[in-house]
């Protein structure tokens, strides 16, 4: 799976648009971008995935750009709840391969 | 629909006892990981499962560590003579078959064990 790196940590006040930035510049044609996000100690928790197209579901929205070779998470109004480590991921959709967890991004919603 | 159910959610021994860790998949899910965190640290991949498979173990230490998902009942990490350094917590994660719609992996809360 390919590598990607993602900022260590970043703030963002209550109320506004978390943009979450993720480069994935070794993404292969079948490489979807998963992210998912871990609260404090608890279970990672699935949010979005995309392959080319923006995608948006009721958590947020992926934009990825046009090479494929980076991405942003929107969180369009941030709330203390986001506050969480989160995971850019990329891997093969056709299959049920394992996840590669990085480091991930520190998110830390600013009252 | 109930996710992913692990128990117990917290689990202490002893070095040199056994430990063994249990996860439900969610409904309709055939595919089982099991995934490690140590303490502040990342989360890292040790076995993929499928019904009466081990898919992939890449992840699994060498000795002491094993995990199956039998035909009937949960999947079972289990860990034999605990050291220390195995005090982590271990995540379960569930995606459904390979036609489905979808393959994400959703996850359970955790089992945390120490080892004391």
């Known amino acids: 799976d390919a590598k990607t ?4 940590s970043m703030d963002c006040a209550e109320g506004r648009a978390a943009n979450l930035p993720c480069n994935h510049s070794t993404i292969s044609g079948n490489e979807y971008v998963y992210w998912y996000r871990q609260i404090h100690s608890q279970g990672p928790q699935y ?3 995309g392959l080319k197209n923006n995608e948006t579901n ?3 929205s992926l934009i990825i750009t ?3 070779k980076s991405s942003t998470l929107i969180l369009p109004h941030a709330t203390l709840r986001d506050t969480a480590v989160y995971y850019c991921i990329v891997r093969s959709y056709f299959g049920n391969e394992k996840l590669t967890f990085g480091t991930g991004t520190r998110l830390t919603i600013i009252p | 629909n109930a996710g992913v159910m ?3 959610r917290h689990l202490v021994r002893r070095r040199g006892q056994e430990a063994r860790l249990r996860c439900s998949p969610m409904k309709g899910h055939s595919h089982v990981y099991w995934y490690r965190q140590l303490p502040e640290e990342g989360l890292k991949f040790m076995v993929y499962l499928q019904k009466e498979n081990i898919i992939d173990e890449s992840g699994m230490p060498k000795e002491r560590f094993s995990a199956e998902f039998p035909k009937e009942g949960p ?3 289990r860990i034999q003579q605990v050291v220390r350094g195995d005090s982590a917590a271990y995540f379960c994660a569930s995606s459904p078959p390979r036609w489905a719609s979808y393959n994400e992996q959703f996850f359970g809360p955790g089992t945390r064990l120490t080892v004391l």
């Open chain 1, 66 to 68: 046009e090479d494929r």
């Open chain 1, 58 to 60: 009721e958590m947020a």
């Open chain 1, 47 to 49: 949010i979005i995935h």
């Open chain 1, 5 to 8: 790196t993602q900022p260590t």
């Open chain 2, 75 to 77: 999947s079972i990490l």
């Open chain 2, 6 to 8: 692990q128990n117990p």
